[in-house]
T-cell receptor, first 116, second 112 residues
């Protein structure tokens, strides 16, 4: 079974430039997550989708960050414009969540963003 | 904000020794999960323990949960150099199932 796929793995951009990250979740997983992980810290949730609906985006800085999940499968996270403080690893995860049952979240390898 | 706090922040042991990591959290949970992250890679799920469970085993891993103390521990027995990684606890709590809040992690180094 293929895991969560993310691209690109690494991205270096100048500040004020736009950047986009792509995620393909595990087939059949209805829930998709984007996390931000700073160096030496645990991941922090940015946004969570259940199918196509963003059910929790309270931690997403909406002035510069946006996300979408096309047809409830792939997802794209965008930053425009990027700031120096956005340098971090952006992780995508997916899981199968229904009713009160929570399945394991499976993580992709992440995209390491460096903003110069 | 991060709910979980791992202790210690770093742990260095010799191969064959046991490693114990602790996690404390602040609010009620549905379940608690432990993840491992090797340097520069994504997180790998290790074990999930539900709020009504007290202990769970998986291979060389043993997890305990004390909801009265809002704490959990992860024990890795007979450690190997390949166990060198960062270990994170994550809590799934409140009314929103599936929303994980991670701690800051414990960096484990196992010397061969």
């Amino acid at each position: 079974e293929a895991g969560v796929v993310q691209s690109p793995r690494y991205k270096i951009i100048e500040k004020k430039q736009p950047v986009a990250f792509w995620c393909n979740p595990i087939s059949g997983h209805n829930t998709l997550y984007w996390y931000l992980q700073n160096l030496g810290q645990g991941p922090e949730l940015l946004i969570r989708y259940e199918n196509e609906e963003a059910v929790d985006d309270s931690q997403l800085p909406k002035d510069r960050f946006s996300a979408e999940r096309l047809k409830g499968v792939d997802s794209t996270l965008k930053i425009q414009p990027a700031e120096l403080g956005d340098s971090a690893v952006y992780l995508c995860a997916s899981s199968l969540v229904f009713a009160e049952n929570t399945d394991t979240q499976y993580f992709g390898p992440g995209t390491r963003l460096t903003v110069l | 904000s991060q709910q979980g706090e791992e202790d210690p922040q770093a742990l260095s042991i010799q191969e064959g020794e046991n490693a114990t990591m602790n996690c404390s959290y602040k609010t009620s949970i549905n379940n608690l999960q432990w993840y491992r992250q090797n340097s520069g890679r994504g997180l790998v799920h290790l074990i999930l323990i539900r709020s009504n469970e007290r202990e769970k085993h998986s291979g060389r891993l043993r997890v305990t949960l004390d909801t009265s103390k809002k704490s959990s521990s992860l024990l890795i027995t007979a450690s190997r150099a390949a166990d060198t990684a960062s270990y994170f606890c994550a809590t799934d709590g409140g009314t929103s199932y599936g929303k994980l809040t991670f701690g800051q992690g414990t960096i484990l180094t196992v010397h061969p």
